[in-house]
Nanobody
Framework: QVQLVESGGDSVQPGGSLTLSCVVSGYTYTTYGMAWFRQAPGKEREGVAGIDDHGNTIYTDSVKGRFTISKDNAKNILYLQMNSLKPEDTAMYYC??????????????????WGQGTQVTVSS
């Protein structure tokens, strides 16, 4: 049974930092792309950051230079380090098993499995 379990969401002030984690079980995730998505109320789910099986990364423009995606293959954990958080980063964040193609990792149409989400709120 494939499971993706996120943690690390919290409420922080603008300019703060958070690290999200996603524990993956049930399949060999190292051979597939992984990604983080987010969805704010009233908005579509968007790809935030993706990483392919070679460790190459891709980010949506709004988070470039602030967010870093990484993975620990030995522990089957995906991370999202978020710095300089802004109120517009407020959303439910989802871990996803994605396509192998780097550009497609942040396309929700190619997601195979979703986590349940973890809430990030940025507010003063």
């Amino acid at each position: 049974q494939v499971q993706l379990v996120e943690s690390g969401g919290d409420s922080v002030q603008p300019g703060g930092s958070l690290t999200l984690s996603c524990v993956v079980s049930g399949y060999t995730y190292t051979t597939y792309g992984m990604a983080w998505f987010r969805q704010a109320p009233g908005k579509e789910r968007e790809g935030v950051a993706g990483i392919d099986d070679h460790g190459n990364t891709i980010y949506t423009d709004s988070v470039k230079g602030r967010f870093t995606i990484s993975k620990d293959n030995a522990k089957n954990i995906l991370y999202l380090q978020m710095n300089s958080l802004k109120p517009e980063d407020t959303a439910m964040y989802y871990c996803a098993s994605a396509a192998q193609n780097l550009r497609q990792t942040i396309d929700p149409d190619y997601v195979r499995y979703w986590g349940q989400g973890t809430q990030v709120t940025v507010s003063s």
